[in-house]
């Protein structure tokens, strides 16, 4: 890459932190506080624009990220430009709901499959910026609502329950191009 691509790389991903870092310290009408379960993963900025109904069995609180969620200093953690936090990534067999935050700036959704052989973040990615779905187990991706839909919008919530065994899963963002750059982490179940 040559010294000027680089630059100009650079200033963009400055820029956009600073833009995401402003928008993030700014109020936002209509929304509340971050619930505590999710403050360790998000600090503190603005919360959510609705919230899920009580929900079956165990809970795992995920939060979804992009470049809003950037420190100053450019990429999120583990230099990805995306990411998926879940509150927890070890929990027991059986009703497992999942209430997801989209905390960026950007549609997101949860998808939840079993982990492939090559362990998190080794699918292959199509030519339409997305992975295969096959096998998938559910997803949340309904603004404000339960199940799939057409992703979540910047602030909103959406939930899905699932009856998981014990077994190593993948949550990921299959909206194109957004697995590539980082969105899954793995969830253990025991």
Known sequence: MTHRRLGIVLIAIGLVGLMGTAWALAARPGSSSIPEAWAPLVGPRGGPTCDAPALPGQTADVV???????????????????????????????TMSFRVWNAGMMDHELVVMRLPEGGVGTRSVGADGRVSEEGSLGEASRSCGEGAGEGIAPGAVSWVSLNLASGRYELICNLPGHYAMGMFTELDVR
């Open 64 to 94: 979804l990220s992009d470049m809003r969620g950037m420190s100053s200093g450019g990429m999120m953690s583990g230099g990805r430009m995306m990411s998926i936090a879940a509150r927890r990534s070890v929990v027991g067999a059986g």
